[in-house]
């Protein structure tokens, strides 16, 4: 199946002409990684307060960049995963810092090890190890404890939502929200979306590909719900959740089979759809009315849920 252009937002047209749909194997994933890191690094807002912390865990130290307003005690936070398919990608990426000055909150970025040299689950183990660094250490990380909410976008959404899946069955700590912006859910892409082989940025083969590396190897319907969420045959018990989608991405069906679940199972959830958007639209075109929708839906959510 073909997607019809003229289904996208025009505003989101343009950079697709110097921006071509990604094209990442284990054989070149280095070099994608390479040329990501020529981009110049984000630079926080104007009085934002940031610092690096290296967080000890039984698997090793894992980095966390944080970022926040002032330093008053009893904030509420956000554990932040970036995305990248997995597989590439920075944990002092523009959203998190976006987030801490939007929200006014301590957002937790977590710099998770990437497949396909640490496959699943090992970055997930690293996102758990830092959600129980910052419920255990939150007075002297000016935390309240019973204020925080875990969320990502993309790959990050998707660990995001493995993460909901690991903390319920492990120390079941109280959250907020689990803020799940366009997440990668689901390695079957057995959708009508998921059939659609020509998407801007994220396409089948490359998708097919991260999950590959992530998974090492292709475990279909066995792969591990916290993995792959949409695996999963029980979402009850999880915390409240807001999700989002382009009507124009890959993840379409699955991020809404995923709602309706999470729903059908009496979890709170908000799913907002954003029309004529693809994968990380308002990523590359951030100044579109529709990407400008789509960052104020989650922003509000998330305000909300952590008031």
Same mark, same amino acid.
């Given at each position: 199946m073909k997607l019809d252009y003229s289904r996208l937002d025009p505003e989101l047209l343009p950079i697709l002409e110097s921006f071509p749909a990604l094209n990442i194997s284990r054989d070149n994933i280095l070099e994608i990684r390479a040329l990501m890191a020529e981009t110049p690094r984000p630079v926080p807002p104007s009085g934002l307060i940031r610092r690096v912390e290296e967080v000890g865990t039984p698997e090793g130290p894992v980095t966390v960049h944080v970022y926040r307003k002032d330093e008053r005690s009893m904030q509420p936070?956000?554990?932040?995963?970036?995305?990248?398919?997995?597989?590439?990608?920075?944990?002092?990426?523009e959203r998190s810092m976006t987030i801490a000055h939007?929200?006014?909150?301590?957002?937790?970025?977590?710099d998770y090890r990437l497949a396909p040299e640490q496959p699943f689950p090992a970055g997930l183990n690293d996102c758990y190890n830092v959600l129980s660094w910052i419920m255990q250490e939150a007075d002297s990380l000016g935390i309240d404890p019973s204020c925080v909410a875990i969320g990502g976008a993309s790959a990050g959404g998707g660990l995001a939502a493995g993460l909901a899946l690991k903390?319920?069955? =492990? $120390?079941?700590?109280?959250?907020?929200?689990?803020?799940?912006?366009? *997440?990668?859910?689901? &390695?079957?892409?057995?959708?009508?979306?998921?059939?659609?082989?020509?998407h801007p940025i994220w396409t089948r083969d490359a998708s097919f590909s991260a999950w590959e590396m992530y998974l090492n190897g292709t475990p279909g319907e066995a792969a591990s719900p916290m =993995? $792959?969420?949409?695996?999963?045959?029980?979402?009850?018990?999880?915390? *409240?959740?807001?999700? &989002?989608?382009?009507?124009e991405d890959l993840f379409r069906d699955e991020v809404m089979a995923?709602?309706?679940r999470l729903m059908a199972a009496n979890?709170?959830?908000?799913?907002?759809?954003?029309?004529?958007?693809?994968?990380?639209?308002?990523?590359?075109?951030?100044?579109?009315?529709?990407?400008?929708r789509l960052n104020r839906s989650?922003?509000?959510a998330l305000s909300d849920a952590l008031r």
């Open positions: 936070a956000l554990l932040w995963i970036h995305g990248g398919g997995y597989v590439m990608g920075a944990a002092d990426d939007e929200c006014d909150v301590t957002v937790f970025s977590v903390n319920r069955e =492990a $120390a079941n700590y109280p959250l907020r929200l689990q803020l799940l912006i366009y *997440p990668m859910l689901d &390695n079957l892409h057995a959708t009508d979306s998921g059939q659609i082989e020509n =993995a $792959a969420p949409a695996r999963a045959s029980d979402v009850s018990g999880l915390p *409240p959740a807001y999700l &989002n989608v382009g009507v995923y709602a309706r979890v709170p959830t908000e799913l907002a759809l954003f029309p004529g958007m693809y994968h990380a639209g308002e990523v590359f075109t951030p100044t579109a009315a529709i990407s400008d989650f922003l509000h």
